[in-house]
């Protein structure tokens, strides 16, 4: 209990899923946390959920495709506690059926790099230099072991994999500073947006070409293991650790 007491947290994606699970969890730890999602009514139900179980939560309808919304909900954190300890940057999308490189939609490669890549920076980009200020911060990005193992569709893979080049570049950038920064690299994840994928339009090539290089009977990551791994990547536990993808699906592509 209380490992992030008298932290300030973001989480990005936060209205459902991991997203939820981590925010529940780092307010249970003490953490003052700021969610953000675009719709405003799954939102405020984890905010609910939080504030009945003796949390403190911001919730903050934010875009992170639009860099302004970036920016603005990185000040809005700042101005209601002073400062960003901590940002999760969870939010990220799917593209439809798992696309290969031969066959990419170039509007789901524009949405999810959108979100997935340029969401992610942007907000890095606004909390890195809140966190230069005070000369502390845990930045931890949640990518995919589709971007270490070519696991996915093209654009998707394509998204998390800038994710972990990313993550190694700004723990370059600030190493030395006591601001660090890290990735998380799940597995399948049982979410409500995994669940709502259609099988009838997943393309069959890379289905059985995935299915080549990973133990299907392996189970999948529930949110809460996640959420454990993301406390503690963001507290001062593991302040050694910077620049580190870890890959946490139960050894199902070993």
Do not use: W
Request: net charge neutral.
């Amino acid at each position: 209990m209380n490992r992030l007491e008298g932290k300030v947290a973001i989480i990005t994606g936060g209205n459902s899923g991991v997203g939820a699970a981590t925010a529940k969890l780092f307010a249970k730890e003490g953490a003052k946390v700021i969610i953000t999602a675009r719709r405003v009514g799954p939102l405020e139900e984890v905010a609910a959920a939080i504030k009945e179980a003796g949390g403190e939560v911001l919730p903050v309808v934010t875009d992170i495709s639009k860099k302004g919304d970036a920016d603005k909900l990185i000040a809005t954190a700042v101005e209601k506690y002073g400062k960003v300890d901590i940002l999760v940057n969870n939010a990220g999308v799917l593209e439809e059926g798992l696309k290969p490189i031969d066959r990419f939609n170039d509007d789901d490669l524009d949405r999810i790099v959108d979100i997935n890549q340029k969401g992610t920076m942007y907000c890095m980009r606004a909390a890195t230099a809140e966190m230069a200020k005070t000369g502390y911060g845990s930045i931890v990005n949640v990518a995919s072991i589709a971007g270490v193992m070519g696991c996915g569709g093209a654009a998707y893979v394509s998204s998390k994999a800038a994710i972990i080049g990313i993550t190694r570049h700004t723990a370059l950038r600030f190493a030395g500073t006591n601001i660090r920064c890290n990735a998380v690299c799940p597995g399948t994840i049982v979410t409500p947006m995994v669940a709502g994928t259609n099988p009838a339009t997943l393309d069959p090539d890379m289905m059985g070409q995935m299915a080549k290089h990973s133990d299907l009977k392996v189970q999948p990551c529930m949110p809460d293991d996640v959420a454990n791994i993301l406390l503690f990547l963001a507290s001062d536990e593991s302040r050694a650790i910077t620049g580190q993808a870890l890959q946490t699906d139960f050894g199902g592509t070993l």
